[in-house]
C-alpha cells in the first residue's frame, strides 16, 4: 500500500478563486465606516459587489427576476441580521452570509472555524508521505470504548503512565472527536450540510480520511501470515480510529433523495476523488477478513470492522460508475500472500485477478450462517456482513450514474470509466457469472428461506415467532434474491440459476411475502398486526418478483413459472415449481400502494404473456387484468407503472387475438364460437374494466408509455393515431391537430409511425441480410 501522496498531485481539482469569510467580513466592515450604512445596508451592499465580482447578477436585480439570490431579513428581536437561503450561487454558500457582529453571525462563524480547526487537526497526523502518525493509545475511558467497538475486552487495555502519555492521550481524543464532529457536520440529514460540504471539498481532507485507512499496519509483499494473537492496546485503539474513519466517509459519500440538489452534486464529486482509495479499501477488506477468519468467534474479532468497511463501499460506489470499474478491477495484495493466507486460514478463493470478485466471493463463500433462531450474537453479525456483500453486489452491477460528465475531466457518468458512453454493469455480472457467485447466493437463499419456514407454520416447533429475528432474516432474503436478479442479465446466466435450483426457491419466497390470514385484502385496509406483518415483508415480496421477471426473458422457464411444473409444493425436480401466478397476483393485491411490487408484477405479466397464449389465458382467468388496470390507476404519475401496465396489456391482447388468427395450434374458438365473437369477448373483459380511459388518458399522458399505451389501444381495436412532433412546433405554437392548445404535448394525434414496435422480435429476414453482408465485405 503506497501512500497517496503520487496520486494527490494528478487528481486533486484545480482550485479556482474564493472569497474567504475574513475578506467578507473585513468588506462588510468597510461599508459600514466608508459609506456610514446601517449594518443591514452594508450586508446587502457587500452581497452585491461579490456577486458582480464572481459574474452574477446583483442581488435586487435578481430578485426583480425571480430571485436567485437570498433574501434579508431583520429581526428586530435580538437585532439580528439573517439571510434567508433562496439559492446562494455555488462560489458563495461556503460563506456566512450574516453580519459578523450578530449573535447569529457569530456563532456561525464559531461554528465553522471550528470544522476548519478540526480537517487540520487530522491533516497534521499525515506526513508529506502520506504516512499517519497517530500519538500514544487513549485513556483508559476512550480505550475502553474502543475496545467495546471491536469486541475486545476492556480490562485487557492499559496505559503507560507518564506525562508524555497524558499529552498524547489528549490529542487521541481529539482525533476521535474530530472524526465525530466531521460525520455529524455533513451527514445528508443534516440540513445545513451544503456549507460544511463545500469547505471541505475546497480542502484536501478527503485524502487524509483515505490515508485514515492505513492506521492498520499492511502487510509487507514477503510476509505470508497474519498474527492470530490478541490485539495489542494499541491495535485495538487503531481499529476504533478505523472504524471511526470508514463511519465519517459514509457521512460524507452517502447522498440523500432529500437533501437539496448541490449537496448531492457536492457528494459526487467528492466520490468521484474517492475512487483512488478504492484499491487500498479492497486490500483493507481482504486483510481485516482474514483476521476476522482467524480469530474466530471470540472477543477480538474484528467483523464489525469489515462490514463498516463494506458499507463504506457502498456509499463510495453507489451512483458513480469509475467507482465501480475501479472497485471491481483492484488488485489485492501480493498473490502468494494471498494464496498463503487462504491456505493457512481454509479460506476458498476463486480464480480471478480481480480484487473487487475477489473480496465478495471470499466473503460469500467463507461466512457461516448459523441454522435456527437462537439469540447468536455472531450468527447475527454473519448475516449482517453477507446482507452488506449482497447490497454491494447488487450496486456493482447496477447502472446508476446518471451525470454527465464534467467538462473539467471530472468522473462522472458512464464515459469517464472507461471512455466509452456504456454501463459497466453486465460486465461486472459477467465477472461474477464466471467464479460461481451465484451458486453461493442460491445456497444462501435457500437456508434461509427454510428458516423463515419453520416461523410460517411449516414445521414450526416451539415458539419460534421472533419479530426482530424474522425481520432481519427476510432484509438478508431480500438482498439475496436482488443480487441474483441483478445478475440475470443473459440467458446463459439464467440456465444456470435453474439448473441451480432457483425457481422453487424464489417461488417459495413469493410466496412466504403473501402469506397471512385468509381475509387480508389490502397493507392499506388492514388492522395494525397484519399491516405490521405486511409492512414487514413487501421488501422480500418486491425482491422475488424482481427475480421471476428476469427469469421470464426465457420462454420455457416463464411457462413453468406462470402454468407451474408440480401441483403441490413438494419439489419434483431441481427444475420443478408450483405456479408463481397466483401468488403474484396476490402480492398486486396486498401491496398496491408500493409502487415496486405494482412494477415488477406488470412487467411479469408481460414478460409471460409474451409469445405464450396459454400464459395470456391463465393471467385472464386468474383476474389479472383488473390488477393491471388497478395498479395503473392508483400510480398515475408513475411511468415504469404506466409502461409495464401497458405492455402487459399489449401483450396479453396481442397473443391472444394471434392465436385466434390461427398463428397457433392452440385455439381459442371451439364449437359455434366465432373468431370475431372470441376477439369481442376478450376486448369486452378490458373495456368493462375501463382499459381505454387508462390507456389514452393515464398512460398515454406520459412520454415514456404512451408508445405502449398506442400499441395497447391498437391492438384491442379502438381507433387511435399517434402524432410526433419537435420541439421547435412547439415554440412556434403550431397548431397540432386542430388544437388551440399551444405547448401541451399531445399523445395521440393525426398520424402514427408504421415503424413503431412495441416489442423487439427477431426480423425473419435478418440472417440473409447478415450473410450478404458478410459476403460483400468479404469481396
Known sequence: FTPLSSSIQSTQPTKTMTISQDLFDETILENEECFDLPPLEALRETIDQFCQQLGHSPRQQQVVSGGDLPTIDDD?????????????????????????????????????????????????????????????????????????????????????????????????????????????????????????????????????????????????????????????????????????????????LTSSSKENVKCTALRGEIRDLFIVGLNRLVGLLFRLFVAATSAGDGAANPKNVVLDLLKLSISAVRGCEGGKVAFVQSTLLDDSFVKVAAKNNNLTLCNTKRGGVQILFTILSNTTLKVGWEDDESATMNMMIIEATCQLLTTLCRYDDFRTPSTAGGAGGAAAAGGVSTSSAHDHAMEFH??????????????????????????????????????????????VLTALRVLAVNDEIIQTMVALGVLPIVTKALRLSVTTNDTATAIDEEESSTRSNLLRKHRLAAASLGVIRNLCGNDEIKTNLCLGSSTDHQQV?????????????????????????????????????????????????????????????????????????????????????????????????????TVEDARSAIRDRFGELGVEDVLRNIAGRHQGSVDEAYAALRDLGYSVTLTKFSAEDLERGSNISNSNVVGRTMMFGEKHNSNFRPVYEQSTGLDNAVDEAVSNFGA
Open 76 to 252: 428586530e428581536n435580538n437585532n439580528d441580521v439573517v439571510m434567508t437561503l433562496q439559492s446562494i450561487p455555488g462560489d458563495m454558500a461556503h460563506l456566512t452570509l450574516t453580519h459578523p457582529s450578530t449573535p447569529h453571525g457569530q456563532l456561525e462563524r464559531e461554528n465553522r472555524m471550528n470544522f476548519r480547526n478540526w480537517l487540520s487537526l487530522l491533516d497534521d497526523c499525515v506526513g508529506v508521505d502520506g504516512v499517519v502518525t497517530l500519538p500514544s493509545p487513549p485513556s483508559p475511558t476512550l480505550t475502553s470504548l474502543a475496545a467495546d467497538a471491536v469486541g475486545a475486552e476492556s480490562e485487557d487495555v492499559t496505559i503507560a503512565n507518564n506525562t508524555t502519555a497524558a499529552s498524547r492521550t489528549e490529542n487521541n481524543d481529539k482525533i476521535a472527536e474530530a472524526l465525530a464532529q466531521l460525520a455529524t457536520k455533513l451527514q445528508s440529514n443534516n440540513h445545513d450540510a451544503l456549507p460544511y460540504l463545500i469547505i471541505f471539498q475546497q480542502s484536501s481532507s478527503i485524502y487524509t480520511l483515505m490515508s485514515f485507512l492505513t492506521t492498520i499496519i499492511q502487510p509487507a509483499d514477503n510476509e505470508h501470515t497474519i498474527n492470530k494473537s490478541a490485539p495489542t492496546k494499541e491495535e485495538v485503539y487503531k481499529l476504533q480510529i478505523l472504524r471511526q474513519t470508514a463511519n465519517t466517509l459514509i457521512s460524507i
Open 434 to 479: 464466471r467464479v460461481g457467485v451465484e451458486s453461493l447466493l442460491v445456497k444462501v437463499a435457500d437456508g434461509i428461506l427454510n428458516d423463515l419456514l419453520l416461523v410460517d407454520g411449516e414445521d414450526a416447533d416451539g415458539d419460534v415467532n421472533d419479530e426482530e429475528g424474522l425481520a432481519k432474516k427476510e432484509l438478508l432474503a431480500a438482498a
Open 573 to 673: 425436480s431441481i427444475s420443478s415449481t408450483p405456479s408463481a401466478l397466483p401468488h403474484l397476483l396476490r402480492a398486486m393485491q396486498l401491496y398496491p400502494t408500493i409502487s415496486p411490487i405494482q412494477e415488477h408484477a406488470c412487467g411479469t405479466l408481460a414478460a409471460m404473456a409474451l409469445r405464450r397464449p396459454s400464459n395470456a389465458r391463465a393471467i385472464i382467468d386468474e383476474g389479472g387484468p383488473r390488477l393491471i388496470l388497478t395498479a395503473m390507476k392508483r400510480h398515475e404519475e408513475n411511468v415504469s407503472v404506466q409502461r409495464q401496465g401497458a405492455l402487459a396489456v399489449r401483450n396479453i391482447v396481442s397473443r391472444l387475438m394471434r392465436d385466434l388468427d390461427g398463428s397457433s395450434g392452440d385455439n381459442v374458438a371451439s364449437g359455434n364460437t
